[in-house]
Every structure is written in C-alpha cells, then in structure tokens.
C-alpha cells in the first residue's frame, strides 16, 4: 500500500487542530487553497471523507477522529526525533514563578548541573502560566491546586506561611504565639494578598508601616537587611531559617494551611527529549522528598 506524503498527513493534522483551512493555512506558511488540496487529496488516496466541510469551519468525521489521534502521535513522533538528531544539548525549559527561581531553584542548580553536564536546563521566571503550546515551555511550576486539565501533575509542597524578621530587628524575641501581638514593625507587603488573607485589613494596627515589593522575593531580602517582617512561604526561606539569617515570628498553624501548594505540571507526553525532561522531573520530586513519578 502507498502511503501519503508527510505534507499531507500534516495539511490533515493542522485542519484537524483549527477545524478551518485558514488558519491552518497560516501554520504551515501555505495558502489556503493550497491546504484544502492536500486535504483532498489524501482523502482520494484513503478513501474516507476526515471532514465535514460546513459554512463556518470544518468538523471531523467519525473515522477521522481515531485517525487524527494516531497522525498527531505520529507526528509527534518525527518532531521529537528530528530535534534530538540536531541538537547535541538538550534543552529543557522550566517556568516558575519569579520568587522561587530566586529562593528555591537558583541555589541548587548548581549541584543539578555538574550531575547532568549533557543537560542545559533554561528557567523562565514568570507569574504567567505556561500553556505548553508553541511557548517552548517543556516543565512548570505552579502554585495552584489540582486539577491542571490536560497536564500530568506532582504534588511538591503545601503553602504555609511565615512572619520572618531579621534577627538585629527581633532582638531576644523569638516567637509569638499570634500574629496580630507583632512588635510595631514596617510590615513588607509583596504583589500577593497573604496579610489580608491572614489578618483581614481591619486588624492591623494603626501605626503599622508598609512597604511594598512586587515579588516575594524581594520582601525577602528586605527582610534581610532588616528593613521589616515579610510574610512569606516557608519554602522560600528555608535557607535563611536554618542559617540563622532570619528569625521565624509567626507560623501558619496546619489548620490554617488551604488546599493551594506548589504543583509540577507538564504534558504527558513530551514534544522534545522525552529522557532529558524525565532527569528534572526526576531530581525536582527528590529535592523534595517525594518518591520518583510514574
């Protein structure tokens, strides 16, 4: 049996993703003409009608629906191969919000990389989500809570928050028992809404002042230089409360923790070095204490 060209198979797959010739058109770089001929042309040579062609837009067929499934995998396939064959360093792209990139990922790539020296690992630290679609992104990090739809997840840590001072601005007090007895202290507000949920507006005191980050990370080290009390994930400062550079005030109580945590997500199955992905899922699940993925 003769089997059609790749052109066509993949005139077929874009129509069959946008249900219409033009902006399938547009993908390839083709007129539209152009893909409605090759179109029909592989129904000739398969004998079965893939679309319905309607006044706005096409619609598959029932046999072509199954068929569409197996091309796009097929496709996938050949994209997956010919990217690995001409690129002799993976590349793997990891979106995450600004603030972990900073806190979390950046003081332990270095130990990742010299593990994986066949590996390039490239961050995007962003707040805006990831679709996975043309954007290059192969991993994220989210903070959210499940389900992703469409996306393989890994559960990777609650949000439970945390009063951090610098120790100078503390003096002897360790801890308090609630939040609203804080020492009258600048408060370092970040671009989320955690003192609110915490506290509700109307219970901070009177003569507290504000200063305001757009990212928690920068709270942080504001914190740091003992300019307030940032209130902030745990996860973000781990590093600080074990090396004694930050005091912890105030702990979020388990009952206070909700259902929101850092999520990794990604699609099931990988556009581009499908090995290469599974070592950062691999070494994120570990860094925290959570068994291999499936």
């Known amino acids: 049996m003769r089997h059609p060209s790749l052109n ?52 598959l067929t029932g046999p072509a629906e199954e068929f569409h499934a197996q091309v796009r995998r097929g496709l996938d396939e050949i994209d997956r191969a010919i990217i690995d064959i001409s690129q002799q360093v993976p590349r793997i792209t990891l979106s995450l919000p600004p603030s972990f990139a900073a806190q979390w990922l950046v003081p332990r790539l270095p130990g990742f990389l010299d593990k994986n020296p066949g590996l390039d690992l490239a961050t995007l630290a962003t707040e805006r989500l990831a679709t996975f679609k043309g954007d290059g992104v192969d991993l994220a990090i989210r903070i959210g809570t ?89 996860l973000l400062v781990q590093r600080q409360l074990t090396n004694g550079a930050l005091t912890c005030l105030w702990r979020q109580s388990d009952q206070g923790i909700g259902t929101r ?26 860094e925290f204490g959570k068994d291999r993925p499936a």
């Open 8 to 59: 066509k198979l993949r005139a077929f797959d874009a129509a069959a993703r946008h249900l219409n010739f033009r902006l399938a058109a547009e993908e390839l770089n083709l007129t539209q003409g152009a893909v409605a001929q090759q179109v029909r042309a592989l129904e000739d040579e398969l004998g079965v009608q893939l679309f319905d062609r309607l006044p706005r837009g096409l619609a």
């Open 146 to 234: 499940p389900p992703f739809p469409g996306l393989k997840s890994h559960f990777l840590a609650p949000i439970r928050l945390v009063a951090v001072a610098s120790p100078m601005l503390t003096g002897n007090r360790k801890t308090i028992e609630n939040i609203q007895d804080m020492p009258h202290l600048r408060i370092l507000l970040d671009s989320h809404t955690s003192w609110e949920e915490v506290l509700g507006t109307e219970l901070l005191p009177e003569d507290v002042t504000y200063l305001s980050f757009s990212h928690s990370s920068l709270a942080i080290n504001a914190a740091l230089e003992g300019q307030g009390i940032a209130l902030v994930p745990e």
């Open 261 to 286: 945590g850092y999520h990794l997500v990604y699609p099931e199955n990988p556009v581009r070095f499908g090995a290469a992905r599974q070592k950062v899922i691999d070494w994120i699940c570990r």
